[in-house]
């Protein structure tokens, strides 16, 4: 995939933004208002889906699996990059197949990555555990990214809405 400097760059931008927000989100104590371990907004999937949209599925994918390794490198825990990518790589692979559906918003989509994410770390643990015991904390998981993914998915619509006259959703 050969992209224009211009292009790079705004994906290095978006990058630094989901690294960002990954960071912030830590600072939300969300067990306070949801008594479930491991339980987070997926703040940074905002940036996710709205490179899915504004950028395709190549750069969407390409800034979700930046934004894995690095986060994993800087908060200096690789042990939790298997959890990152399986999550993430899921939920894009939904979202892409997701999105191709015209009469699916945006909505839809983040509930159903947020779903996948939760899936793709579930098997992560399956996998890093050697038994099936995560299997059953599943269903309080997708309970909780019914909630997570309308919140992203709205924020993410918020955000289309104030760039909607902007070259970047023009495809400038």
Do not use: D, W
Not at 14 to 19: G, N, Q
Not at 75 to 89: D, E, K, T, Y
Not at 107 to 135: D, E, F, K, R, W
Request: hydrophobic share 60%; aromatic share 8%; with cysteine.
């Amino acid at each position: 995939m050969k992209m224009k400097t211009k292009q790079l760059t705004l994906c290095a931008v978006l990058t630094a933004m989901a690294l960002a927000l990954s960071y912030v989100e830590n600072f939300f104590p969300l067990s306070l208002a949801i008594p479930v371990p491991g339980i987070k907004l997926g703040l940074a999937n905002i940036v996710t889906l709205f490179a899915l949209y504004a950028l395709g599925a190549g750069p969407a994918m390409m800034i979700l699996i930046a934004r894995c390794f690095l986060g994993a490198v800087f908060a200096g825990n690789m042990n939790a990059l298997i959890f990152s990518v399986l999550g993430g790589v899921t939920a894009m692979l939904v979202m892409i197949l997701l999105s191709q559906i015209r009469k699916l918003s945006v909505y839809g989509v983040s509930i159903g990555g947020a779903a996948a994410h939760n899936c793709g770390q579930v098997a992560a643990a399956v996998l890093t555990l050697g038994n099936t015991a995560p299997l059953y904390y599943l269903p309080i998981l997708l309970g909780v990214s019914l909630f997570t993914g309308a919140l992203t998915g709205l924020i993410t619509a918020c955000l289309f809405r104030a760039l909607a006259h902007t070259h970047l959703m023009r495809g400038e």
